[in-house]
């Protein structure tokens, strides 16, 4: 038996395209997954091309379904539960996913919504709790237009601290303002005063930027770089006060930080901002509104 992914494929349009890949077999402390939901991440676009996912294999990092067994060794959700994961390969009607990769979807919250979730929203989580994000800091979010960006706006703010958003143009930072940032900027020149933590997800001058507007004792996230464009320091812009940049990837033993995640969205703490959603046949279209920057927050597929 077979079931149906958007595989790499290096002769489709960016490297993607629909195949029949194997049906999953679950290992021991793995549940099989029924995906109803995924979301596109630039991790996606990336990965049809940089030899991380073989050719042929299922792309994908975010998904949301229904557990269609439960672990052989009975751990984790059981049969029938509404789960959000995060894993490679989540481009697939059916998964097998670690127990550890996987959260139960609360009631009252969306299976699209929850699949809007794991790639961005961890690495915000995460970013911003790992720079201790409280009330009386400054917070600075780039790309707050963003995936990553507008879940880092809605957790700080959360969090109590003053949140700047910066984006790049004003029709890029709707809803900015009504997710809880103080400021919404167009790029960073309106940044005034320094700032003590910053979630850094475009790079290039943003990066170099971003530095010089840290203040003393402050973090640096560098989460992302979805500008693609070098950062060039100028000399001795990394000499004086201590202050730290810190490299973040996501782990992918997610579940305590995916149920945190869930959580909030059924508090109403965490809105997941979803601008683009279709059928997965349409993946192109969606691919081409993120990297054209046309996406507010996430793209979702229905399969
Ligand atoms: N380390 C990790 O584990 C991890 C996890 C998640 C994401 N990421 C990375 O974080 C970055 C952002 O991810 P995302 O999902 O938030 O992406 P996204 O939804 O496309 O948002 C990226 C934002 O960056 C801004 N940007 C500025 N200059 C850009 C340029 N030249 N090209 C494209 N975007 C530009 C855009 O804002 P404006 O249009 O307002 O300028 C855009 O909204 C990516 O590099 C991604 O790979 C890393």
Redesign the pocket.
């Known amino acids: 038996m077979s079931t149906r992914a958007l595989i790499v494929a290096p002769s489709a349009r960016a490297g993607i395209g629909f195949g029949e890949v194997a049906d999953p077999v679950a290992g021991t402390g793995q549940v099989l997954v029924n995906v109803l939901h995924t979301s596109l991440?630039?991790?996606d676009l990336?990965n049809a091309r940089n030899g991380r996912v073989p050719v042929g294999s299922p792309l994908g990092l975010d998904a949301a379904g229904v557990v269609t067994r439960g672990a052989a060794d009975g751990s984790g959700p059981s049969t029938g539960t509404r789960v959000v994961l995060f894993a490679d390969g989540a481009f697939a009607k059916r998964v097998a996913v670690d127990v550890s990769a996987v959260a139960e979807v609360p009631d009252g919250v969306g299976l699209a919504e929850a699949a809007a979730l794991p790639?961005?929203g961890?690495?915000a989580l995460r970013s911003l709790r790992s720079a201790a994000a409280a009330p009386g800091k400054r917070v600075l979010v780039t790309?707050?237009?963003?995936?990553?960006?507008r879940y880092a706006v809605q957790l700080a703010a959360h969090a109590g601290a003053y949140v700047i958003a910066s984006?790049?143009?004003s029709e890029?930072g709707v809803g900015l303002a009504s997710a809880g940032a103080n400021e919404v900027i167009i790029g960073l020149d309106d940044v005034k005063e320094p700032v003590d933590i910053v979630v850094e997800?475009?790079?290039g001058g943003?990066l170099v930027t971003a530095w010089k507007l840290l203040a003393p004792g402050g973090s640096l996230q560098s989460?992302?770089?979805?500008?693609?464009?070098p950062a060039v320091f100028p000399p001795y812009s990394t000499v004086g006060p201590p202050k730290t940049l810190v490299s973040?990837?996501?782990e992918f033993a997610a579940a305590d930080d995916l149920a945190d995640l869930v959580r909030l969205v059924a508090e109403g703490a965490l809105v997941p901002a979803i601008g683009w959603r279709g059928s997965w046949e349409r993946f192109t279209e969606a691919a081409d509104e993120?990297i054209g920057?046309r996406?507010h927050?996430?793209a979702v597929f229905d399969l």
């Open positions: 991440n630039y991790a990336n790639t961005a961890l690495a790309g707050a237009s963003g995936g990553v960006g984006v790049g143009s890029r997800s475009v790079g943003h989460v992302g770089w979805a500008s693609g464009e973040y990837v996501n993120l920057r996406v927050g996430k």
